[in-house]
């Protein structure tokens, strides 16, 4: 069974850091794209970065620059190195494995305050 375990949230002040891991199991992981989305309160989910079997990322516009994401196989962990980290930034992160099926796990939460 597919599982997406999220770590590494906390609360962090503006302009600070923060790096967020995603391990997986039950997954044939090097195969998968890893996402990253979040979902701040009222607010809908939405995408911030993602990096594909072969390395290629994708970013948000609003976390070029600041954000990273990256991945290692041989774990099956794919991280998200966060700087720069604005109030706005302030959500619940998940991670999402997609391949023919798209896994979420449980989320972790990133506040940042001013």
């Known amino acids: 069974q597919a599982q997406l375990v999220e770590s590494g949230g906390g609360l962090v002040q503006a302009g600070g850091s923060l790096r967020l891991s995603c391990t997986a199991s039950?997954?044939?992981?090097?195969?998968?794209?890893m996402a990253w989305y979040r979902q701040a309160p009222g607010k809908q989910r939405e995408f911030v970065a993602q990096?594909?079997?072969?390395?290629?990322?994708n970013y948000a516009d609003s976390v070029m620059g600041r954000f990273t994401i990256s991945r290692d196989d041989a774990l099956n962990s794919a991280c998200l190195q966060m700087n720069s980290l604005k109030p706005e930034d302030t959500a619940l992160f998940y991670c999402?494995?997609?391949?023919?099926?798209?896994?979420w796990g449980q989320g972790t939460q990133v506040t940042v305050s001013s």
């Open positions: 999402s494995a997609v391949r023919l099926s798209v896994y």
């Open positions: 039950g997954i044939a992981f090097s195969f998968y794209t």
């Open positions: 990096i594909s079997r072969g390395g290629n990322t």
